[in-house]
């Protein structure tokens, strides 16, 4: 199994450029999430999946919009890049054991620059 | 304030010792804790749960003080391969599974 992957791995954007990132899991599970890193801020979450078909805004989703195409796959999009977008972006995936646990599976990440 | 706070560090442990970190949350309501793991440039993985009871894994130790609001994470014995960051994971609500991250503790483990 792949677990969580994403691509691409890298992507340098001038303002303005809109982009894609795509994420993928095959570990079957029906939450899915994308986040962002920075320095001194944490992982902060943009939007997430409950479930194939739904999607809800987190902490930080000005600027983003996103898809989930199906159970596998949930893609983040910047429709006008910002350089307050330069970034580390992980998608991950979860499914619940336990009501009162939960483990999320990152992907790599994608480092995105933007001029 | 933070929802989930951290001392960054770094901390720089000689290999052998013993180290310890703490991290505090604020909403009294949270309902499940984790440690995470992150590596430089690479991805969070689960390092442990974190029960109400306390719970060991080897040369890890994790608490929680849910009346003190903190949890800690206990290394013993300390290897260079411990040399990471160490994320604060607070989930505060039933039925919902996002997760809230500190910003991480940056441990170098000095040979």
């Known amino acids: 199994n792949a677990g969580v992957t994403q691509t691409p791995k890298f992507q340098v954007l001038k303002t303005g450029q809109s982009m894609t990132l795509q994420c993928a899991q095959d570990m079957n599970h029906n939450s899915m999430y994308w986040y962002r890193q920075d320095p001194g801020m944490g992982l902060r979450l943009i939007y997430y999946s409950a479930s194939e078909g739904t999607t809800d805004k987190g902490e930080v989703p000005n600027g983003y919009n996103v898809s989930r195409l199906n159970k596998r796959e949930f893609s983040l999009r910047l429709e006008s890049a910002a350089p307050s977008q330069t970034s580390v972006y992980f998608c991950?995936?979860?499914?619940?054991?336990?009501?009162?646990?939960?483990?999320?599976?990152f992907g790599p990440g994608t480092r995105l620059t933007v001029l | 304030r933070k929802e989930v706070e951290q001392d960054p560090g770094p901390f720089n442990v000689p290999e052998g010792a013993t180290v310890a970190f703490n991290c505090t949350y604020s909403n009294s309501a949270s309902q499940s804790f984790f440690w995470y793991r992150q590596d430089c440039r690479k991805e969070p993985k689960l390092l442990m749960s974190v029960y109400s009871s306390g719970n060991e894994d080897g040369r890890f130790t994790a608490q929680l003080n849910r009346a003190s609001q903190y949890i800690s994470l206990l290394i013993r014995d300390s290897k260079l391969s411990d040399s990471a960051t160490y994320l604060c994971v607070v989930k505060s609500n039933f039925g919902n599974e996002k997760l809230t991250f500190g910003t991480g503790t940056r441990l170098t483990i000095i040979p």
């Open positions: 991950a995936s979860s499914e619940r054991w336990d009501r009162n646990y939960n483990e999320q599976f």
